[in-house]
Structures are given as structure tokens and as C-alpha cells.
């Protein structure tokens, strides 16, 4: 079964960095599509990025374009988030997301979820 574990996630400032990675089992990401979404309290959840390698592809949200950076480690079956010049907005619990076929902004078409890692921006 394909299952997706999240990690790197934490509290940083204003101005912080952080990295998180998804790690995938039960697939390999030369056939699979890996993105990223967040939940801030009382928000709906939201598309971030999104990497297809057999499209080789990559995504953004408006947002996070010029901060965060995707990528895949293809070797590893990890894909990681990179996320730079964190503000508060960008609190959230982040999850990635998997599915066969392609990019979408929307959390519907993708079959598999990982637990979630929470990202808190403050000072």
C-alpha cells in the first residue's frame, strides 16, 4: 500500500527557513505526483506546490512563488519542501498528497495523505 510519511516541520521566526519531506513507500515518484497542501485553523485546506517527475513539472501557489522551492529526490522516493522567508501567514499544518496522475490545486483527485506536520511561524 502506498502510504506517505511528512517530517520537518517546527517553530521558526519571522524571516526562518524550514524543509519538510515526504517520504513515500508503495510507489516510486518516476510514476507518481507529489504536492503539498496546508490548513491553517478555520481555513479551508489549500494547494502549495505540486512536482510530477515523469511530466517533470512543478508548481506554485502565488503565495509562496519565489520562497518556497519543490524537489525530488527520486533515489530516496522523498519529495521536500523548502520553504524560505517564512511570515506568520504561512502557519499552517502542511500535507503532502499523492496520486498517480498530475498536478492539481485541489485536494480531491489525490488517493493518498500523510499525517500532517505543523509549521508555525512567530516570534
Known amino acids: 500500500q502506498v502510504q506517505l510519511v511528512e517530517s520537518g516541520g517546527g517553530l521558526v521566526q519571522p524571516g526562518g527557513s524550514l524543509r519538510l519531506s515526504c517520504t513515500v513507500s508503495?510507489?516510486?515518484?518516476?510514476?507518481?505526483?507529489i504536492a503539498w497542501f496546508r490548513q491553517a485553523p478555520g481555513k479551508e485546506r489549500e494547494g502549495v506546490s505540486c512536482?510530477?517527475?515523469?511530466?517533470?513539472?512543478?508548481y506554485y501557489q502565488d503565495s509562496v512563488k519565489g520562497r518556497f522551492t519543490i524537489s525530488g529526490d527520486n533515489a530516496k522516493n522523498t519529495v521536500y519542501l523548502q520553504m524560505n522567508n517564512l511570515n506568520p501567514e504561512d502557519t499552517a499544518v502542511y500535507y503532502c498528497?499523492?496520486?498517480?496522475?498530475?498536478?492539481?490545486?485541489?485536494?480531491?483527485?489525490?488517493?493518498?495523505w500523510g499525517q500532517g506536520t505543523q509549521v508555525t511561524v512567530s516570534s
Open positions: 508503495g510507489a516510486t515518484l518516476d510514476y507518481y505526483v
Open positions: 498528497a499523492g496520486q498517480l496522475y498530475y498536478c492539481s490545486e485541489y485536494a480531491d483527485p489525490y488517493d493518498h
Open positions: 512536482i510530477s517527475s515523469s511530466a517533470g513539472s512543478e
